[in-house]
Every structure is written in C-alpha cells, then in structure tokens.
C-alpha cells in the first residue's frame, strides 16, 4: 500500500486550517509523519506545489518516492479552501493508497483488515443537521448553493443528507483503500463543488469557508460511499462501507485506544499545545537529529 502526504503550500502560509505553535513546529511534525510512516509503507509519495517542494524536499530532504507537482493547478484559488489539495491527491491514485495527514503519526502499522477494506478513514463523527454545532454546517450550505440558478450540490449529498436523525462524516486524519476508483469519484465531487462556475457567487459571499472543508471531504465521502450501497444499478456491493480504524469518534482521542492503535492525531489546538510541542521536539531530536536539526 502506498503512503501519500499532500502540501498545498497556499493555505499555510495564509494561517488557513489549523495553525502550529511555530513554523519550527510544523517542520518537525512533517518530519516525523513521514518518517514513521515510511517504516511500515516504503512506497510514499507527495502531491505539492513548488513551494512545498522546496520546504519538504530541497530543504528538508524527506525522502518520497514520488513527487507530484500537481497543486500548481491551485495558484491563486482560494486559500480558505485547504482541503483542495488533499482532493486533488485522493484522486491521483489507480492503485490502494493510504492518504496521512501531517499532523497524524504512525507509530504502528495499520491493521491488516483496514488496509484490505473498499474504503477506510480515521473515526465516524456523527452529527446532526438540524442542530447545528460539530463544525458541520449543512443545512445553511445546502441553502446557500441552492438559491443560486444552476448551483451544484452532488446528488449523493443530497440523498444523504435528506435522511432523518443524525449523519456520519468520515474523519479524514487518514483516507484510502482498494476501491480507488470509488475514491476518485468522491474526491472528482469535491473538487466539482468548489469549483463549479455555478457556485462561484454563493461561495464568494459565503466569507470564512473554514467548516465548508469537512463537508465536501469527511461528509461527502460519508455520502457516496451510503449512496453506491443503496443503489445497486451502480454495480457497487451493497455492504460496502466505510472500515474505520477507531470505532467511535472519542475513542479516536483516548489515549488508551490511541496506544493501543499506534496512532496519534493532532487536531486543532493541539498543534499550539507548548507542552505537545516540546514533546515533538523532543522525540524528533532524539530519534532523527540530523532531520531536527534541519527543521532549524
């Protein structure tokens, strides 16, 4: 199975996403990622642009196997989009691939009845719709694209999200699988909703675009995946699912279970945790000096 990391160089410069404590701190993180990821998957690879090619590969030196310059098609969008250049990279790959977010580390490889799975993510975050709240805002996008002539929204979307009671989305720390034709056609959909003519207008007055990213990534791929189960004239085995590597969201965050796993994400303000940050440190010192001192 292939390793692939995605660094559209946009975004972080811009603060978009969730910042690090430094940049010092970023650098370590991608070093770290990398490195114990490839120890389990020695086939990796990057999907960037020139400047992230110039950070992670001339000036780090981490040691991919493949680079893509695709995100060069990004310049100049929209920044606020920073799930952009992870759909770009979910839909590059004819072959399984498990996609890894910088800021996730694998100190284990992952299970073997995951990486055989059609499709598989991190944890299940289920929210509600209609309550608001968890960073998903549906209903008010769903408006928002709705009210303009012609707007986009993809009809698995739409066929999910008319379900009553709660949705799953599929957290994203870790995204991949055997069915990669399957994961090409969610990410062709998220790419599409963004950048559809039709829903320039809504999206331009639309401002912080932050929590748009979870839904044409995590719920989305929620979508199609419960949408090719439920039509079967689309030839897709109708127990097809998402495999997730923790069963419940918190457990996703419990150190326990995270031990257990070999798995460490960190999310949000975990990023800016000076104690967190120093234990990256730390551990990249001890255990890679010569990349440690390069992240200086």
Known sequence: MRAVWSFWSEPYRGGHGSPWLSDYHMRLAWCLSVELARRHYPDTALVTDTAGARLLVDQLKLPFGRVSLELNKLKGRD???WALGKLYAYRRWGAPFVHIDSDVFLWERLPD??????????????????????????????????????????EP????????????????????????????????LGVRTVEAPENARAWAAWGDKGFC????????????????????????????????????????????????????????????NPDLMADLEARVTADFPELAARCR
Do not use: M
């Not at 929210?127 to 608001?132: I, K, L, N, Q, V």
């Not at 999200?161 to 399957?182: D, E, K, M, S, Y």
């Open 157 to 188: 979307w739409c066929w999910y999200a008319a379900r009553p009671g709660p949705l799953t989305a599929a957290n994203c720390g870790i995204v991949g699988g055997q069915h990669t034709a399957l994961l090409r056609a969610f990410a062709d």
């Open 79 to 81: 920044p606020d989009w």
């Open 113 to 154: 009845e995951l990486e055989a799975a059609p499709v598989f993510a991190q944890s299940p975050e289920p929210f509600d719709p209609d309550a608001g709240g968890h960073g998903y805002p549906l209903r008010a996008v769903e408006r928002a694209l709705s009210a303009e002539p012609g707007g986009f929204v993809p």
């Open 213 to 272: 990213n979870v839904l044409v990534e995590q719920f989305l791929l929620s979508a199609v995946v419960e949408h090719r189960r439920a039509h079967p004239e689309l030839e897709i085995d109708r127990d097809l699912s998402v495999s997730y590597l923790f069963p419940t969201e918190a457990a996703a965050y419990d150190p326990r279970a995270a031990t257990a796993a070999g798995y460490t994400h960190l999310i949000g303000g975990a990023k800016r």
